[in-house]
């Protein structure tokens, strides 16, 4: 049994590490996100971090699955932001300019 054991905690390490590597093809080497680094982010790139969550779900293990899916969030949700903070500035000129 304790063999069986230690091949599946190998598979979990082999996932963990394809994850590390997919992370580090999306940010670079540094893979430091800060809030600076996602406000540089372009709508393009926000896109594809969102894709690349999903094409790592099939290869992540049940106990990391949701740490992907709140990653996925995170970017739909920058996506959205940026999306309603444009419709607002819009929203506002066309008031401006109607008083």
Partial sequence: MRAIYGLEGFGSLIRR???????????????DIT???IDKMT???L????????????ETDEINRP???LEAQFYTTER???????????????????V
């Avoid at 590490?17 to 893979?31: A, D, K, Q």
């Avoid at 607002?88 to 300019?97: G, K, L, Y």
Wanted: net charge negative; hydrophobic share 35%.
């Fill in 67 to 69: 740490a992907i899916l």
């Fill in 17 to 31: 590490v394809h994850s590390i590597i997919t992370r580090r093809e999306r940010f670079g080497e540094g893979m």
């Fill in 47 to 58: 896109n594809n971090a969102v894709d690349a969550c999903f094409d790592e779900w099939p």
């Fill in 35 to 37: 809030l600076k680094r």
């Fill in 80 to 98: 959205y932001r940026r999306v309603d903070e444009k419709a607002q500035d819009q929203r506002d000129r066309v008031a401006s300019i109607s």
């Fill in 43 to 45: 709508d393009e790139e």
